[in-house]
């Protein structure tokens, strides 16, 4: 992809495997084994599954999702709580913690606002976790004018565009590496998110990074 958008120059993914063969190389990534994070707690007061698996979203600020997910380190459990834009895939929001608690998700939650653009009232679309049924999410996204859509029960491919982000930021950033202290783990997330979302391109964006897409479709309306 960068080399056709930075150099202009083609080349097929098949003489890329090819060459890939020849040199013994192997692509570790992508690869099953993590476990996957889950906050549903037995009880639902579900609201409509508005975005209903339709990840597709024609312009920024939109159709976004939040989720969270844990990583297990050697000091003990972390957690990432995070939101995605369907249109770009640029995490526009997240919060680190070693607790998944409603302190997280206002801090989060208060990132989205500061992303949001003004006027924007996007849908925001979760699983069933306890977070997303709590008073204070209800009242968060009723006082700033978001629109709530919740995944169905046991349909793990309802939230499926903001998992996918978990599952390449696990295998990319996280898979072999091991990390002392929970502050040098938060400070290298952190810092592949500003990578994911700058500098990271991306096949459906054309090759562009999430913001770089968001930028260019933003200056061409």
Not at 115 to 122: E, F, Q, R, S, V
């Amino acid at each position: 992809m960068r080399l056709r958008r930075e150099f202009n120059f083609t080349i097929s993914k098949k003489t890329v495997l090819k060459v890939m063969r020849e040199l013994k190389l192997v692509c570790k990534i992508r690869r099953k084994g993590f476990r996957r994070y889950s906050s549903y707690q037995g009880t639902t007061h579900p609201v409509p599954n508005l975005i209903d698996r339709d990840f597709t979203a024609a312009a920024p600020f939109t159709k976004i999702g939040t989720d969270v997910t844990e990583f297990a380190l050697p000091f003990g459990k972390v957690y990432l709580a995070q939101i995605v834009d369907f249109h770009s895939n640029e995490i526009l929001a997240f919060s680190i913690s070693q607790s998944p608690n409603m302190l997280q998700q206002k801090e989060m939650f208060e990132s989205l606002l500061k992303a949001l653009p003004p006027g924007a009232h996007p849908t925001l679309h979760s699983d069933m976790g306890w977070q997303y049924q709590h008073l204070d999410w209800i009242n968060w996204t009723k006082k700033h004018n978001v629109t709530r859509s919740m995944s169905r029960k046991g349909n793990c491919l309802d939230n499926a565009a903001t998992e996918q982000v978990f599952g390449h930021m696990k295998d990319e950033f996280f898979k072999g590496q091991l990390w002392d202290n929970f502050e040098s783990f938060k400070r290298d997330l952190a810092a592949y998110i500003v990578h994911w979302n700058t500098k990271r391109p991306q096949v459906r964006l054309n090759g562009y990074a999430p913001s770089e897409y968001r930028q260019r479709r933003v200056k061409t309306k």
